[in-house]
C-alpha cells in the first residue's frame, strides 16, 4: 500500500500509462502525430487537475496541431480515463508541450562542438 498522501501520485502514473497507449494509436483525431509521446503526468493533490507533458517530433505546424489535436478530445480522454481507472471524477487535463528533447539535444550538440580540436 503507498503511504497516505500520495495517492495523486498514484493516479498520475495511472493517467500517464493510459495516455500513453491512447497517444499511441487508440486516438482516431488526424491532428494527432504518430511522433507523439506522453513524457510525464502530473496531477495536484486535490486530484482536480492534471498537467499531461507531450513531446512531439516533427514541424512547428506538427506540434500545434497535435496539441490542438490533443486539447479538442480532452473531454473523451477524461470519460475513457474515468471507465479504464475506475475515477468517480477524472481531473481536468492541459496538455503542454514538452520540449526537453529539442534542450538536451541543443546542449549535446554545444558539447560536442567545445570537444572538437580547435584548428590553430
Not at 512547428?60 to 475513457?80: N, P
Request: no cysteine.
Amino acid at each position: 500500500m503507498t503511504a497516505p498522501g500520495h495517492r495523486h501520485e498514484r493516479i498520475a502514473e495511472e493517467i500517464h500509462h493510459e495516455l500513453a497507449v491512447m497517444v499511441s494509436g487508440e486516438l482516431a483525431d488526424p491532428r494527432i502525430s504518430e511522433m507523439a509521446t506522453v513524457t510525464e503526468v502530473r496531477v495536484t493533490p486535490d486530484l482536480k487537475q492534471a498537467k499531461v507533458y507531450v513531446s512531439v517530433m516533427g514541424t512547428e505546424e506538427e506540434r500545434k496541431s497535435t496539441m490542438a489535436g490533443l486539447a479538442a478530445a480532452a473531454g473523451f480522454i477524461r470519460g475513457q480515463l474515468m471507465q479504464r481507472l475506475g475515477l468517480r471524477r477524472s481531473p481536468d487535463l492541459h496538455f503542454v508541450l514538452d520540449r526537453s528533447a529539442e534542450y538536451s539535444e541543443r546542449i549535446e550538440s554545444l558539447l560536442r562542438e567545445m570537444k572538437k580540436p580547435q584548428d590553430s
